[in-house]
């Protein structure tokens, strides 16, 4: 099977880290683009461990229905 296309549904930043991130941060202000930096690797060092395990279980799932849909596109269910 070739190289499916690119989806954001099989890319684990855009369907956990992003939304966890941006729920996290919305609506913050930063004085500089360090601090805002420092924002994003505060929150990401504390997204526990158990959350991570599920983002990646969840990717293996993604994953596995596109190999076995051969690469087509799907409605989500």
């Known amino acids: 099977m070739g190289h499916s296309p690119y989806s954001p549904d099989l890319a ?3 369907f956990f880290l992003f939304p966890s991130v941006k729920n996290k941060l919305s ?7 360090e ?15 158990s959350e991570w395990n599920k983002c990646f279980e969840n990717w293996f799932k993604r994953m596995q229905k596109c190999m076995d849909s051969r690469g ?3 409605e989500k269910q």
Not at 27 to 33: A, I, L, N, P
Not at 37 to 47: D, G, L, M, S
């Open 12 to 14: 684990p930043n855009y």
């Open 27 to 33: 609506g913050q202000r930063f004085s500089s683009s």
């Open 35 to 49: 601090e805002a930096i420092e924002a994003f690797k505060n929150h990401v060092w504390k997204i526990p461990h």
């Open 72 to 74: 087509e596109y799907f």
